[in-house]
C-alpha cells in the first residue's frame, strides 16, 4: 500500500471534563481530568494507522517528558516517526481541552515545537514522497510551512488532502489551488465562505465556492447531519450514524484520516467517504481523541452492521 504522509502538529492534550462549557469570565469546578495525545497532525496520523494503512508522520516535539512520550505513542500505533525532530529548544506543543457532559469542547492550542517547524522539516519530507500516495495537511503549523509541504507534494504527484483548521484570517489562495480535497468542518466552512451553513444545501453553496477558488474536491463535516462532498462531476451526501455523544474531540480527525485510509486503500471518493463518516461516529463515542479512533476491524463491523440494518 503507498505511504500517507501526515506534515502537522503533535501535540499533548490536557483535558478538563465540566458539566458544561464555561461562559467568558466564569469558573465552574470540573469532575474529572486526564492527559492524553494529541494534535491534529499526530490524530489524523493514528487514525489512518489504525485502519491499516503505512504512515509517516513528520513533524516536531519538545524536549520535555511529554515529547517522549508522544513519539512513543505514535510508534506504539504503527506510526513511522522517523521525520520527527526532538527539538531541545523549546515544549512540546500541548492542547487545553474543557470537555461538557453533552460532548461539546472548547480548546485552546499552544504550539510550542509546532510553530517552529521550518524548512530543514520540508526537506525530511520531500525525502518521503516518491512511493506516497497521500499528504495530508493541517493549519497547527506555520502557514508558509502548509505551504510549501503542499507545493513539494503538488510536485510529486501526490494528493493533498487540506484540513483548513484552525482558519487562518485569510486562508491563502495558492493553498486553495494546491490542495487537492480540503475538508473543512461547518464551522470552518463558514468561516471561509463567508456565511453560515445550517443545512446541505449551505454546504453545496461553499463547496462550490471552494472548488471556484481552485481545490477539486470539497468535502464539508457537517457534525450530527453527516457529510457533503462536491467534485467537478457530482455531489453527493452521506448521512451520519446517530450515536451518542460521549467526546467530540478528535471526530473531525477520525474523519480525515479515514479518509486518507480508504483512498489509500483503493476505495472510490464516495467509499472512502462513508468510512470517514463511521469514523468520526464511533470516535465520538469515547473519551479522548486517539483512544477513540477505531481500528479496521471495528470499522468495517460497524459499517456491515449499520448498512444492513
Known amino acids: 500500500m503507498p505511504a500517507i504522509i501526515v506534515f502537522g ?53 519538545g524536549g520535555d517528558r511529554f515529547g517522549k512520550e508522544l513519539l512513543d505513542n505514535l510508534q506504539a500505533n504503527g506510526v513511522d516517526t522517523a521525520g520527527v525532530v526532538i527539538d531541545s529548544e523549546v515544549s ?24 517552529r517547524v521550518a524548512s530543514e522539516d520540508i526537506d525530511r519530507l520531500i525525502d518521503l514522497l516518491p512511493g506516497s500516495a497521500i499528504l495530508l495537511l493541517q493549519l497547527e503549523i506555520p502557514l508558509p510551512m502548509a505551504i510549501a509541504a503542499a507545493k513539494a507534494a503538488k510536485q510529486a504527484g501526490v494528493t ?51 472548488r471556484q477558488r481552485g481545490t477539486p474536491i470539497a468535502t464539508i463535516k457537517l457534525g450530527e447531519r453527516g457529510a457533503l462532498c462536491a467534485t467537478a462531476e457530482d455531489s453527493f451526501f452521506i448521512p451520519a450514524f446517530p450515536q451518542t455523544v460521549t467526546d467530540a474531540v478528535g471526530a473531525g480527525d477520525a474523519f480525515n484520516g479515514a479518509m486518507a485510509a480508504g483512498l489509500a486503500t483503493g476505495l472510490s471518493l464516495r467509499e472512502a467517504v462513508l468510512w ?34
Open 9 to 61: 502538529s503533535i501535540n499533548m492534550d490536557l483535558v478538563a471534563h465540566s458539566p458544561r462549557l464555561p461562559v467568558p469570565g466564569e469558573t465552574l469546578l470540573g469532575n474529572n481530568f486526564s492527559t492524553s495525545p494529541g494534535g491534529k497532525g499526530a490524530n489524523q496520523a493514528i487514525a489512518a494507522a489504525k485502519l491499516g494503512a503505512v504512515v509517516k508522520m513528520v513533524g516536531r516535539v
Open 160 to 210: 493533498v488532502i487540506l484540513d483548513p483548521t484552525p482558519v487562518p484570517p485569510n486562508l491563502p489562495s495558492e493553498l486553495y489551488q494546491l490542495a487537492d480535497i480540503i475538508t473543512p468542518n461547518e464551522v470552518e466552512a463558514s468561516q471561509l465562505a463567508g456565511f453560515s451553513i445550517n443545512d446541505p444545501k449551505d454546504a453545496i453553496q461553499a463547496a462550490t465556492l471552494f
Open 92 to 115: 512540546s506543543g500541548v492542547a487545553l481541552i474543557v470537555v461538557g457532559d453533552n460532548g461539546e469542547n472548547q480548546i485552546v492550542v499552544v504550539p510550542g515545537a509546532n510553530e
Open 276 to 309: 470517514a463518516t463511521a469514523a468520526g461516529a464511533i470516535a465520538i463515542t469515547q473519551n479522548g481523541a486517539q483512544a477513540a479512533m477505531p481500528n479496521r476491524q471495528t470499522l468495517l463491523a460497524f459499517l456491515q452492521e449499520r448498512i444492513r440494518s
